[in-house]
């Protein structure tokens, strides 16, 4: 999934370094790869097409003939039209003149609406506002409960009706109650609904005019296919879209939809969900998503999950040792919880330019259950913090004795070492820009 | 069991409930075929066509290159040929040994797992229902402790369908519900146990443990179990179907797929990806909200709805 774009790139313009030119045929190769990459991000084909097509004109002119690493040059003239496509800055909410702003969520089943209405509440909330939750996705069973339950966790209250009343009503009601309360907003929660389904799209429209909302959010899950541009386009129509809240951004899904989306409506990524805590809701990187689309990898990304998890001081040091390469056995054992607290390893490599491959490899995987982690611990733990800081102080009978007290043998001992030192070269280069395809990362947690 | 549950299902065939997903791909297929040669810019076309069904660049080059070959070498000149070698080719890729859903087992023990809103609670109600229609019995465990109102709209379901649903507080261990699931399913003699289990990302190593612990339960009690693990995929997923699929089988053992929501405008491609990777089933599919909307997967049947032309 992570296969990493700039290393085909460099692949397929290889041949012309040293010719010191790009020449039309090469950016087709090189231009082949970016449309693969795209579509492995779920990207409609059209959108690809048409944006390959505009890369194209701009790769074949000056800025890459003069340019030195004619890959990197590309790849950043792939990941700035992305970009530029996805809408450079992030836009915020519009608000209402007067009276309580109406939010509408809506999108198919499953998207993630009831969650991400809650996360936008408290986002309101913690900007000061007195959103008012509405619910009125009567359809699903016990998706009132739902929002009741999220609304009691972060202390904003829901309307909500019997199962019988009309969505649009409940919803007009809840206007109506936001407007007498004073409520900054309102935030109306709407059942999925496919675009196929006249009568429950009949309904979002009514729904639309009788509400009249400041902000209608289409709520789309990262890992929608080709379909998003066909489904965004008639909710579009029914009710004109104000903005995109993409979810599930915390798996490994490429999120290729947004930019379909974004291509074919014009309407922006407002927000990123993750996770299904209810925590504010993110605002929307363009850059980052573009990283991510084409496989690039996000340290940016990567560095600020681990905060979450590691104090910001912390991960200052471990980014910068990162840099600097300097990340030795020490701070791999005192970051080995922090780093298991952050939940999936493999998806974090996902993250680092260069490892997502690797993190795909079933070795890799095998490596990094618990058990193998644990193990690795454990040798860690045995060394002394000197060896930790100057692994090639261990010698025959240091190594003996390491492998003693963890309960390995010494051949594990050597072979986490050997995979440590090729960690380093991996940060050394990632440090410097450049991917190498390292054989045998596979173990280093094992 | 599954030719019993077939003959016996009352819900929509495949064909019925995807009729309106399906609308336009076969004949834009279809046409490539009918033109009066045949050239690399009309093999793109056909590729970018497959690629708009959600199959990936790489099956769809895959599939479009041993198409090729296949018409080169054995002279297929008429459109209608060149199809039918698609379609045995695109079956082929489906075939991943047998779709039965296990039975016999008393009870039989059907874990559903899947990422957040793919469609398991759903999908869950519709099996129970169908398993009814056939003459079997069935208990569900709600063992979706951790999202809010997940245990209520398990309830809701078993309430409407007249279904035993062994349930605890929400936040409760899984694993315990489970096991208690397991009891009164073993003591109450039914025919199937369902257990409803929290949406998870795949990536996410935590949850997967949680489910793995789930698992090693069902196993301490009978070795054989849990003797089918579904995996509940979104029909309108793209590409990350696959990732889901090779994670969840590698945490749990997915035994067979349910895929969700092909009454969306979606085609469901990506299964052909999986299946050929992963050799793993697709046993149903979804096909709309309410209980009756739930098909015996039959990959036959679903090439043949996937191409069929509009009249
Ligand atoms: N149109 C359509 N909608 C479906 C289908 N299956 C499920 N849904 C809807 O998709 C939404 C999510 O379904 P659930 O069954 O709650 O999904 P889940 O996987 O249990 O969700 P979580 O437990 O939250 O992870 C609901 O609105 C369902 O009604 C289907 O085959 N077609
Ligand atoms: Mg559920």
Not at chain 1, 382 to 391: I, V
Request: aromatic content about 4%.
């Amino acid at each position: 999934m992570f296969d990493r774009l700039t290393e085909r790139l460099d692949a397929a313009l290889k041949k012309m370094t040293g010719r010191g030119k790009i020449r039309e045929a090469d950016v087709d190769e090189a231009m082949r790869e970016v449309r693969r990459a795209l579509l492995e991000a779920d990207v409609h084909f059209k959108v690809a097409r048409s944006f390959i097509a505009a890369v194209r004109e701009r790769a074949v002119g000056k800025e890459v003939l003069s340019s030195v690493t004619p890959a990197q040059q590309v790849v950043k003239i792939v990941h700035d039209e992305l970009t530029e496509l996805l809408g450079r800055e992030t836009e915020g909410l519009a608000k209402a003149s007067d009276g309580p702003t109406v939010i509408m969520v809506i999108g198919l089943q499953g998207s993630g609406k009831t969650t991400s209405a809650a996360k936008l509440a408290l986002r309101l909330k913690k900007a000061g506002g007195t959103p008012l939750l509405a619910a009125a996705d009567v359809k699903r069973p016990a998706a009132v409960e739902q929002l009741r339950t999220l609304g009691e966790q972060i202390d904003v209250p829901v309307h909500f009706e019997s199962a019988k009343s009309k969505p649009e009503h409940i919803a007009r009601n809840a206007l109506d109650k936001a407007r007498k309360d004073k409520h900054s907003a309102v935030i109306v929660d709407t059942a999925g609904r496919i675009q196929l389904d006249e009568e429950l799209m009949e309904e979002v429209r009514r729904m639309g005019k009788l509400t009249k909302p400041d902000e209608v959010l289409f709520v789309a899950d990262a890992m929608t296919g080709q379909e998003a541009v066909n489904v965004a386009a008639e909710f579009h129509e029914r009710v004109p879209l104000t903005g995109l809240i993409l979810t599930k951004m915390d798996g490994d899904a490429r999120g290729g939809a947004a930019l379909s989306i974004r291509a074919v409506t014009g309407v922006p990524v407002k927000f990123l969900a993750q996770g299904e805590k209810v925590e504010p809701l993110e605002v929307f990187h363009p850059d980052r998503l573009a990283s991510r689309i084409l496989g690039m990898g996000d340290v940016v990304t990567l560095v600020e999950q681990a905060q979450e998890v590691i104090d910001e001081e912390t991960a200052q040091r471990l980014e910068e040792k990162i840099r600097q390469a300097s990340f030795d056995l020490n701070d791999f054992l005192e970051q080995f919880n922090q780093i298991k607290k952050m939940g999936s390893l493999s998806s974090m490599m996902g993250m680092v330019p260069g490892m997502g491959k690797l993190a795909k490899n079933p070795e890799v995987r095998e490596a990094l259950t618990d058990k193998n982690i644990g193990r690795t611990e454990a040798i860690i733990l045995s060394m002394t913090p000197a060896e930790r800081a100057r692994p090639e102080l261990i010698d025959g009978s240091r190594r003996r004795r390491i492998a003693a007290g963890s309960g390995t043998e010494p051949s594990d001992v050597n072979q986490l070492l050997n995979q440590f030192k090729q960690m380093q070269k991996v940060m050394k280069m990632l440090s410097s820009g450049r991917m190498p395809n390292v054989p045998g990362m596979g173990g280093m947690f094992g | 069991m599954l030719n019993r549950l077939k003959n016996r299902f009352r819900g929509k065939s495949v064909e019925e409930g995807t009729e309106k997903s399906r609308r336009g791909f076969g004949s834009r297929i279809a046409a490539v075929f009918t033109r009066s040669s045949i050239g690399d810019d009309d093999w793109e076309e056909l590729e970018d066509l497959l690629i708009t069904g959600d199959v990936g660049p790489e099956f769809a080059l895959d599939i479009v290159t041993r198409l090729r070959q296949q018409v080169k070498d054995e002279g297929i000149k008429t459109p209608d040929a060149m199809l039918a070698a698609m379609q045995t080719l695109l079956i082929e890729a489906l075939d991943a040994g047998s779709g039965e859903l296990a039975g016999g087992h008393g009870p039989t023990i059907v874990l559903v797992v899947g990422v957040n809103g793919s469609g398991k609670t759903t999908s869950i109600a519709k099996l129970a229902h169908s398993l009814k229609r056939a003459g079997l019995t069935s208990l569900l465990a709600a063992a979706d402790t951790f999202r809010a109102g997940a245990i209520d709209q398990l309830k809701i379901w078993g309430d409407r369908l007249d279904q035993r649903v062994v349930a605890h507080q929400p936040g409760a261990d899984p694993a315990a519900v489970v096991f208690d699931a397991l009891g009164a399913a073993t003591a109450a003699g039914v025919d199937y146990l369902i257990i409803d289990t929290a949406g998870r990302l795949q990536t996410n190593r935590n949850l997967m443990a949680e489910l793995e612990k789930v698992v090693r339960v069902l196993n301490r009690a009978d070795a054989g179990a849990p003797h089918e693990v579904l995996l509940v995929l979104d029909g309108l997923t793209g590409q990350n179907a696959l990732s889901q699929a090779r994670l969840f089988g590698e945490a749990v053992g997915v035994t067979g797929i349910i895929l969700a929501k092909l009454d969306s405008s979606s085609k469901g491609g990506v299964v052909f990806p999986i299946t050929e990777e992963l050799a793993v089933p697709i046993k149903f599919v979804g096909t709309g909200e309410s209980i009756d909307d739930l098909a015996v997967f039959d990959p036959t049947e679903f090439v043949e709805a996937l191409l069929r032309r509009d009249e």
